[in-house]
């Protein structure tokens, strides 16, 4: 096998979850409400059920989760998993590297989200959240961002349009580091399938005798704590 890496189909990023099994303050059993602002998220139910719950600009909406079901939803979908027993999901991230680099925001309550330091403090864990931290500071965070999109819901368009626009002054800092991941990932990725396609026309086959094979044996870490559950994560590339 060539001694070189090689990233995940369309430099996407692959984890398993575990969904909490405790209840947010609004008694409701599950994970942390948040939105991406440029990366479609996509789950394959593997055991247990539950739903997930989502504002977008169609509204609220409850989509039931069973074993064997695929669900994606893309940039701007505020969402929240709730575990009815059991749920665990292969989560497929877009643009694998722009989630852990901070695409994804929690919905606060708007004071939070207004202040960068606030929001910092509110949605920190413990050692970053390696396996073995301390979960009630997930459990906190969680508490916090429910509370949040309780008055999402309440408060119907307007509310959403102005978390987004909160969530992405927010981040504004971070959009020249997110376009260099991009462009080193799955920019990288669709481009390459651009060359490769020019190749063809050209009857050039290099590519297909320089295919290699590469396999991960087990997850890198296990029960990494996320927003929405227990993660067991791969690497970005094999």
């Known amino acids: 096998m060539p001694d070189r890496t090689a990233p995940l189909p369309g430099g996407i990023g692959v984890s398993r979850l575990r969904v909490y099994d405790t209840a947010g303050p609004d008694g409701v059993v599950g994970g942390t409400p948040h939105v991406h602002l440029c990366c479609t998220e996509g789950y394959v139910v593997t055991g247990g059920e539950g739903a997930v719950q989502t504002l977008g600009s169609d509204g609220y909406r409850e989509t039931p989760l069973r074993?064997?079901?695929?669900?994606?939803?893309e940039p701007g979908t505020v969402h929240r998993l709730v575990n009815?027993?059991?749920l665990t999901i292969v989560v497929l991230m877009q643009n694998s590297?722009?989630?852990?680099?901070?695409?994804?925001v929690l919905t606060f309550p708007p004071e939070v989200l207004a202040d960068p330091g606030a929001y910092a403090a509110a949605a920190a864990l413990p050692d970053g959240g390696a396996p073995g931290a301390d979960v009630s500071a997930a459990y906190r965070r969680r508490n916090l961002a429910v509370t949040g999109f309780q008055a999402l819901r309440a408060g119907g368009p307007a509310a959403l349009a102005a978390f987004h626009s909160a969530a992405v002054a927010l981040r504004q800092p971070l959009l020249a580091r997110w376009r260099e991941r991009w462009?080193?990932?799955a920019?990288?990725?669709?481009?390459g399938t651009g060359e490769q396609l020019d190749a063809l026309g050209r009857g050039d086959t290099a590519h297909l005798g320089d295919a290699g094979l590469y396999a991960v044996d087990e997850p890198v870490e296990h029960g990494r704590l996320g927003m929405c559950g227990l993660l067991d994560t791969y690497p970005t590339a094999a």
Request: glycine content about 30%; charged content about 10%.
């Open 97 to 104: 590297g722009l989630p852990e680099a901070g695409d994804a």
């Open 187 to 191: 920019g990288r990725a669709a481009a």
């Open 84 to 86: 009815g027993g059991g």
């Open 183 to 185: 462009a080193a990932g």
């Open 67 to 73: 074993p064997g079901a695929v669900v994606w939803f």
